[in-house]
């Protein structure tokens, strides 16, 4: 279908929040079931097929520790999954979105990272998606690198929808409060996507909701918004809370470059407060 836009991983909360900004019968969204971005000639033959005029790349594995267990796994979606799908997307004279994330930075710069500092990553899951960016490099010239932070939306399991789930007896609840990054609406990210696919403004790019907090404050500001007192919170350092994959202290973004061509993203609170009414609602 020539001027169509595809969407991979539709059936995640980016995927999703896409689809519903791209309802139109212009608009092919593609869940896991029904593309194996794995499986390279599967990927040629949809893509040359469609022959579309944009492919937006949100399909990946995110489960951080996950991928820090099931390397290879990761690697192959990550990277050769995303080389499959750009490959694809060049040979259909296409423009791609390519989703990156903050964690191909190793934390240690003091203020949020911009889009060409060095990545450094510290895990398996920054590693495979940094390669993800590379790859993609290889083959586009028309490519939207797009690195983003901490998502959540109302829909699938994340850490927004376990806290508003939450009984006051499983507290004391204990998150970390030193290691910091942007807390970003799916919704308001696949916004500005789509408004930065109408500049051709290609490269890297970093789209959060403006402004950092930690795991600690994140819980904090969820609960006072859904008026749960009635849960005990405690904040705790990182060494507390060991986890399969090393994790930056550091990893909130600045969203320069989207801004230069009118790109923009409220702040975290000012997301963060519509998506607690709403879903109150």
């Not at 991983?9 to 593309?35: F, K, N, V």
């Not at 690198?145 to 939450?166: A, E, K």
């Not at 204990?174 to 919704?187: E, F, K, L, M, S």
Request: proline letters at 5%.
């Amino acid at each position: 279908m020539a001027g169509a836009t595809v969407i991979t991983g539709a059936g995640g909360q980016l995927g999703i929040e896409l689809t519903r900004r791209l309802d139109e019968p212009t608009t092919i969204p593609l869940t896991r079931s029904q593309l194996d971005i794995t499986n390279a000639p599967l990927v040629e033959r949809t893509l040359h097929e469609i022959a579309p005029r944009l492919v937006i790349h949100a399909a990946a594995a995110t489960n951080v520790d996950g991928c820090e267990r099931e390397r290879a796994a990761a690697y192959r979606t990550n990277a050769v999954g995303t080389w499959n799908v750009a490959r694809a997307a060049a040979r259909a004279s296409a423009q791609m979105v390519y989703v990156s994330t903050n964690y191909v930075f190793d934390g240690r710069k003091l203020g949020p990272y911009l889009e060409y500092d060095d990545p450094a990553p510290l895990s398996a899951y920054g590693w495979t998606k940094l390669h993800g960016e590379r790859a993609a490099r290889q083959v586009l010239e028309r490519l939207y690198v797009v690195r983003t932070s901490w998502l959540y939306s109302r829909w699938g399991r994340n850490f927004l929808s376990h806290l508003v789930d939450i009984e006051p007896a499983e507290g004391p609840l204990r998150y970390v409060g030193d290691q910091v990054a942007n807390p970003t609406h799916a919704g308001d990210l696949a916004a500005a996507i789509l408004n930065l696919t109408e500049t051709e403004a290609f490269g890297v790019h970093h789209l959060v909701n403006e402004g950092a907090t930690s795991w600690y404050g994140w819980a904090a500001a969820v609960l006072t918004g859904l008026g749960r007192d009635d849960v005990a919170l405690e904040e705790i350092s990182g060494d507390e809370y060991p986890r399969t994959a090393a994790v930056p202290a550091n990893a909130e973004l600045a969203n320069e470059t989207a801004r230069t061509v009118g790109v923009t993203l409220r702040p975290w609170g000012d997301a963060l407060s519509e998506h607690i009414r709403e879903i109150s609602a």
